[in-house]
């Protein structure tokens, strides 16, 4: 019996091998969460070109599996089933991102810590510690304000202006340390250093005594930057010259490792 051209349309496999129904589905909900988790079914079709019905469709289907909800007021928001995918996501990010670490941890001796950006707060998801007896530590699963963090200015540097201001205005800047930028417009200023400079310093602005370089995690699938700390007195001024080609290389090769799609099957 012949099939319907919209069920054709939505089983079709896609140019890359794919069934089509399934990257529609997907992009829909990475859409939503570009636009902050709840769009309107005009909206997704302005943005993904797709037409209105073939969208109902698919959205019907996320609502039925739970991954999308129809709030009161028509319009669709992400549902609740995706947590404990992201959640499950996350611990095995930190997981992939270990042997990275520990090769950062090798080769400048210093504890190597990846991070993420979760709304408005800084999470860590994977730590290795240094080798040395005196080493900083960074709780994984530690939950921090970007502003105070060398992993929330590499983070942040690649977010426009007024998106960080309004971050920072619903966060506040208390101060960590005497170091601690607690100033908009001061944040500003060192978010543009480090866009100019390539890579993120915390000194002495979390903790007294430790300094932390960070860089950014080019093309993660979620903002994510990684770092090393240690006390002040070992990460120097000409210590950072060594320290940050390294770690440029290693997010490099991370990036490449979480944006692979693995093994063809």
Not at 78 to 90: C, D, F, Q, V
Not at 129 to 149: A, D, N
Not at 161 to 182: C, H, N, Q, S, Y
Request: with cysteine; glycine share 8%; aromatic share 4%.
């Amino acid at each position: 019996m012949p099939t319907s051209s919209a069920s054709t349309t939505d089983s079709a496999k896609s140019a890359s091998g794919g069934v089509q129904s399934l990257e529609r589905a997907f992009d829909l909900l990475e859409r939503m969460a570009d636009a902050g988790g709840e769009v309107g079914l005009s909206e997704l079709s302005a943005s993904s070109g797709l037409p209105l019905p073939t969208i109902h469709r698919l959205m019907r289907t996320l609502v039925v599996c739970g991954y999308v909800r129809q709030q009161p007021n028509r319009r669709y928001a992400l549902g609740p089933r995706l947590i404990r995918l992201g959640e499950s996501a996350a611990r095995l990010l930190g997981t992939w991102a270990r042997p990275y670490l520990a090769r950062l941890v090798e080769e400048t001796g210093e504890t190597a810590n990846m991070a993420l950006l979760d709304g408005d707060e800084i999470v860590y998801v994977a730590q290795v510690p240094s080798k040395h007896s005196m080493r900083m530590f960074t709780e994984v699963g530690r939950r921090v304000l970007p502003h105070s963090t060398g992993v929330g200015k590499a983070l942040l540097a690649g977010f426009p202006d007024d998106e960080v201001r309004a971050l920072l205005a619903r966060t506040g800047m208390p101060a960590a340390t005497d170091k601690t930028i607690i100033t908009a417009d001061g944040f500003l200023a060192a978010l543009a250093d480090v866009r100019q400079a390539g890579y993120a310093v915390d000194d002495n602005e979390q903790e007294i005594g430790v300094r932390c370089l960070a860089v950014p995690v080019p093309d993660s699938p979620t903002p994510a930057a990684i770092s090393i700390s240690g006390p002040a007195g070992r990460v120097t001024e000409s210590a950072t010259e060594k320290i940050v080609p390294v770690l440029r290389q290693v997010a490099v090769e991370l990036s490449q490792a979480l944006t692979s799609s693995g093994p063809a099957v």
